[in-house]
Structures are given as C-alpha cells and as structure tokens.
C-alpha cells in the first residue's frame, strides 16, 4: 500500500467510527427515555455526522469519490469502523455504556490528533474535540447517575458493561499502515493512549459503584472490515435511498 | 469593491437565529473579489453538524447574485476553529434581547456547564440553573431561570 491509501484507509476508519456511531444513535430520535435525553443523544449524532462529512470530505480529496459516495455506496467489508460503534441499542444502559467508552476514546484520539502534521486531520480534530468534550460529559454523567441510581438502574449498567467489555480493546489495536503513519506524526498512536483510556474509565465505573469485568480478551476486526452481524441491518436502512434510487439528492 | 462585499454578507442572518447576522457570528473569514461577476467567499462552519451551515451558504450565494455577482464560490475554512469568541459584542447583547444567554467570557469557559453562573436574559438574575446540556439546537443549552422561573436558551461555549 502506497502513502495515500494508507492515508485514505485511516482517515476513512476514523469516519466510519462516527457515521455509524452517529447512525446507531439516531435510531433514538423520537425514541428516548425523557424529552431531554432524547434531544442530546440526537444533537450528539448531529454533531458525529458533521464529523463524519468532514472526514469523508477529505478521505474524497485523495480518493477521487464524494462523501455521498464514500457514505452511501461501500458494502460491509469496506466499512473499517470499530465493532462496538455498531452495536445495538437494546436498553437505555447499553446506550450509555457504548457512548461512554466509545467517548473516552474519542476525546483521546482526537487529542492527539489535533498534534497531527497532517493539516487537515488537525483542523478536523481541533473542531471535533470541542464538541466531544460535551458527548463525554453527558454520557459520564449518566454513568454516574444510572450506576450510582436504583439497584435495578445499578444491576443494567452493570450487564450493559459486562455485555460491551469485550469491544473498547480493538480501540489500541493498530493496523500495518496506521503504524507507519503514527510513526510520521500523521496518525495518533492508539496503543499508548490505553493506559490513560483505562484510567479514565475505571475512575468513572468506581465512582459509579460499578465494576470492571474481569479479563481483558476483545473482540477484533472491525478496522479491517470484518464486522458483527449487525453492520449489514445499519447499511440496509442508512444506505437504502442510494441503493434503491441511485444518485437521487433533495 | 471588497467593503460593498462584506456589507452584503454583514446583512446575512443566521437561518437558525434570524436576529444574528453572519458578522455577528463572526463565520465570514475572506473575501476574494475575482472579477466584477465573481468573487469568493471563505466561512468558518460553527458546529460540524450545523444544518444552518448549509443554508447560510444558500442565503450567501442569493445575496450575491442579487447585488449582481453571477460566479460566486464558497469555501469552507476550518482551521482555526470557530469559536464562541468570534461572537461581535453586538452579537451578545441582541442574543439577549432575543431571550438567548450568551456564552460566558472569562474563566467560566472552560468550566462544567453546571458551575457556571449564566444571567436569566429576561430578568438578569444570576439564580438560575442548567435544565439539560443539549437544547433545541446543537448550539445551545437549557436553563431556567429560579427568580423569574421562565426557562431560557443559553449559547454553550465552543471553545
């Protein structure tokens, strides 16, 4: 793989991690638990889905396709999101813990991405960083509230954790080139940033008198295009216009 | 040639807060006048997923045809981010006449939305507390206030 695939393959991981997150999210519209909680979660897939435009924008720039066509017209296999961002809402717990560890993660990232001597993935991840700066407060939040709340509210949180602990370890893991770009200051360098993720979180479970599951296997594929079961019902509906009525805008 | 432009744009508002203009939000970066028909505009987006972002475009692009441009880009610059410091002075104080706190200066930036001391826009007392971090907008906040007891948007800090 040449420097600008290698390029196009990261920045597009980083926009799939967002678009689905985003999509998963937005399934929520109309469907959350208050008025409240129903606004923030679709202002958070908002805010994922601008992200994901400008990332598209520019994995477009060096690939020769639009957004549109980057978002709307690739199949399961050359989506290179994380598993976790996929999968299902199931309970108001798994929409928190999900958000939470994914958010963690992504304020890490795009720290350290806003240091990228990449001009443009700097200038994506500076903007982006503010708004996730919000995400992580309103998912630690609720966290708090939901683990340190009712034994029934602690037991969900609980199996919602227990359910999801296997996916945030594919976060560090780094593919071929997004080594050799980590190591041109152009990619964040994921694996060291685990200790710090780690940190945060358990700070986060103590407080919420909750527990981290014990072992530390993970689920792995997502970043090369091997997805759960569950990616393929997301695409069906995200991307049904586009399949169904090519090239059709509003 | 340059200052009729930016007079144009000045008198362009936010779609999604009409009493704003796109100088009060301070989002026009440069203009570039090309030709007597053409000219380029650079905005700064405010929030990635901003839906106004792409009318504000469209009301830029009217604006200009009007006054007589016919060729008209528009780019969008996204370094250096936008942020809620780019608001003009003005801005702030018809944001509060429209019933919208705007975001607080200083210090507070950077602290939790639940310490900050927000002023109720309508009776500007300080006894008011934050009812949920997301508002109608991605922008925005809610508070309400406990003096006057009315409920109010403030203008979260993006910074």
């Known amino acids: ?250 | 040639m340059k200052g009729k432009v930016y007079k144009i744009l000045a008198a362009v508002k936010d779609p999604e807060i009409p009493v704003l203009t796109l100088e009060d939000l301070g989002v026009i970066r440069d203009v570039n006048v090309l030709n007597d028909d053409e000219v380029e505009v650079k905005i700064t987006p405010t929030y990635t997923g901003c839906p106004a972002t792409d009318v504000m475009e469209e009301e830029i692009r009217l604006a200009l045809f009007v006054a007589g441009f016919s060729k008209i880009r528009i780019t969008q610059v996204i370094s250096p981010a936008w942020t809620t410091d780019w608001l003009s002075q003005k801005g702030r104080e018809k944001l509060i006449e429209y019933g919208i706190a705007p975001p607080v200066e200083g210090q507070a930036k950077t602290a939790l939305l639940e310490d900050i001391s927000v002023p109720c826009p309508r009776c500007g007392s300080e006894d008011t507390k934050m009812i949920s971090a997301f508002g109608s907008t991605a922008c925005k906040a809610l508070f309400q206030c406990q003096s006057c007891r009315e409920p109010f948007d403030y203008f979260k800090c993006h910074a």
């Not at chain 1, 199931?90 to 929409?95: E, L, P, T």
């Not at chain 1, 997004?178 to 964040?188: F, R």
């Not at chain 1, 909750?210 to 069906?236: M, Y």
């Open chain 1, 1 to 250: 793989m040449n420097n600008k695939a290698m390029l196009f393959d990261y920045v597009l991981h980083l926009a799939d991690n967002q678009v689905i997150m985003a999509q998963r999210l937005s399934e929520l519209c109309g469907h959350g638990p208050a008025l409240e909680q129903d606004i923030a979660i679709t202002n958070i897939s908002l805010d994922l889905i601008g992200q994901a435009r400008l990332l598209f924008q520019y994995a477009g720039k060096l690939d020769g396709r639009d957004e549109d066509q980057l978002a709307f017209l690739r199949d399961v296999h050359e989506f290179r999101n994380v598993l976790l961002v996929e999968q299902p809402n199931h309970d108001f717990a798994h929409v928190i813990v999900r958000q939470y560890l994914f958010d963690e993660f992504n304020f890490l990232n795009y720290q350290a991405l806003c240091q990228s001597k990449d001009e443009d993935l700097a200038a994506i991840a500076t903007k982006a960083l503010m708004e996730v700066k919000y995400h992580r407060r309103f998912s630690r939040n609720w966290m708090l509230r939901l683990g340190d709340g009712t034994a029934i509210s602690r037991q969900k949180m609980q199996d919602a954790l227990n359910d999801l602990w296997s996916y945030p370890g594919e976060f560090f893991e780094m593919t071929g080139g997004e080594e050799i770009l980590a190591k041109a200051g152009i990619a964040a360098d994921v694996a060291s940033m685990k200790p710090t993720w780690l940190a945060n979180v358990t700070q986060t479970v103590k407080e919420a008198s909750l527990v981290i599951p014990e072992g530390d296997w993970h689920q792995t594929g997502g970043k090369k295009g091997i997805h759960s079961e569950h990616l393929g019902h997301i695409l069906a509906e995200m991307q049904f216009l586009q399949r169904a009525y090519p090239g059709q805008t509003w």
